[in-house]
């Protein structure tokens, strides 16, 4: 079942978000960025189980990022993942957003739905409001990309 987070679903959405920033498949978050964020999320989940996560943070009035999309190992390959997607799509969509972006080290997920590669410097608010302050700046290997809706 997807639907939007809670925040008791923060401590399992960092577990499952940090499994994969330790093997540098994405960045990893803390808790407060998440109990800060926690709006933005949807989550896949099984009774007391979160399998999935994915995040729509609004950067600009026309601009908007998917952060954090994860599915944990036991769901992987289920469709998970682009049902996480397609739900943040369908609110950016109606909350009237032009474009979202995404910074990842698998465009080939992204690109299977619309998603172009882009160079960052397409997406100024980002590098300079959040990009600035990673821990990877300014040498990230995260491949920026985007779709417009």
Partial sequence: MIRKATVNDVKKIQKLV??????????????????????DFVVYSEG?????????H???????????????????GKGIGAKLLGQCLKEAKVIKVRRVFALTY???????????????KELPHKIWSECIRCMYFPGCKEIAMVKEI
């Fill in 48 to 56: 007391r189980n979160i399998y999935g996560a994915c995040a729509l």
């Fill in 18 to 39: 940090n499994y994969y920033a330790k093997r540098e498949r994405m960045l990893p978050r803390s808790l407060n960025e998440l109990y800060e964020n926690i709006r």
């Fill in 58 to 76: 609004i950067d600009w009035e026309d601009l908007a990022e998917i952060k954090s999309l994860a599915v944990g190992k036991p769901k992987c």
């Fill in 106 to 120: 698998i465009p080939e997920f992204f690109e299977r739905f619309g998603f172009r590669i882009v160079d960052k």
